[in-house]
């Protein structure tokens, strides 16, 4: 993405919510009125989805949300960070571009920066830690993955897979800044493209249980090794796996264990030794 595009939409979203200093969550109708808009009103949902949509009023902003979504909650504070942070993009922008920033700025405006990165250095890099970050701040999983992710605690990628069909395909995903995503990590990819049969994701999505180890993978520029945690998570309704690829634990600045080239943990040639399993000495048992 346009670094400048992402640096004018934090700056705006800071700016919104200059004002909160914490504890968490974040009151999202303070963050609207510094935006411009007058209220934020419960409606009738308009069709099956529900959402959230600016609308004028009596010559006023308002921003209107389906009035089935418990006010406050994480989804409902979403889908307001969501449409709030529409407003923050730059004229033009469109397509996959303009989601991936409304998310940056949402997750801005739910998760302020100043707020949330104390909280999140101090949070295990696990599934519960995860949930408990979400918990905390009253945000989604996915902006709450994506702002981790801003924050450089940790280097590396957040996969999103849903079931389709018979099979599980990549709908989501979210990377360390400057982090190049893998060839075959397109939005819609089978599974099979970077996981093998064996892989742990399989596994989650078929116990409901968190998993983590290490995996050989395909990047497109040979097999790889990735730490990765999974865990199953609820996504538009379904039932998904999310993957933690963890490249770095100490951030993308860290002088010291860049991800190579191809985004691989470690490259093919420099294959980590491995037990009778096969597995990574130190990769530890599947979980």
């Known amino acids: 993405m346009d670094r400048a595009a992402i640096t004018q939409v934090l700056r705006r979203a800071r700016a919104a919510t200059a004002a909160f200093a914490g504890p968490p969550p974040v009151s ?26 600016l609308e004028e009023a009596d010559g006023r902003r308002v921003l209107a949300v389906d009035r089935r979504i418990p006010p406050r909650t994480p989804q409902w504070n979403g889908l307001v960070a969501l449409t709030l942070a529409r407003t923050l993009l730059p004229p033009g922008s469109g397509g996959e571009r303009a989601d991936d920033l409304t998310e940056i700025g949402a997750a801005e405006l739910l998760l302020p920066a100043r707020v949330f990165a104390p909280v999140a250095a101090r949070t295990d890099l696990t599934m519960d830690g995860l949930r408990d970050l979400a918990l905390r701040f009253a945000a989604p999983i996915r902006l709450t993955v994506r702002q981790w992710l801003l924050t450089r605690t940790w280097t590396g990628f957040a996969l999103l897979w849903r079931p389709d069909g ?6 989501w995903r979210a990377a360390s800044p400057g982090l190049r995503f893998p060839a075959p990590a397109t939005i819609g990819a089978p599974a099979g493209a970077i996981w093998s049969a064996q892989s742990r994701l399989h596994a989650a999505i078929r116990t409901g249980r968190p998993h983590h180890g290490v995996e050989e993978v395909q990047t497109g520029a040979g097999a ?7 865990g199953v998570v609820r996504d538009l309704g379904r039932r998904s796996v999310l993957a933690l690829v963890v490249l770095d634990r100490r951030g993308a600045e860290s002088p010291r264990r860049r991800p190579a080239k191809g985004n691989a943990a470690w490259s093919e040639k420099r294959r980590p030794a491995a037990g009778r399993s096969g597995a990574p000495v130190g990769a530890g048992r599947r979980s």
């Not at 018979?166 to 709908?171: E, S, Y």
């Not at 790889?224 to 999974?230: C, M, N, S």
């Open 166 to 171: 018979g099979g599980l395909r990549l709908g």
């Open 28 to 53: 999202l109708e303070r963050v609207a009125g510094r935006l411009g808009i007058a209220d934020i009103r419960r409606v009738e949902p308009v069709g099956d989805a529900a959402g959230a949509r």
């Open 224 to 230: 790889a090794w990735w730490f990765t945690r999974f």
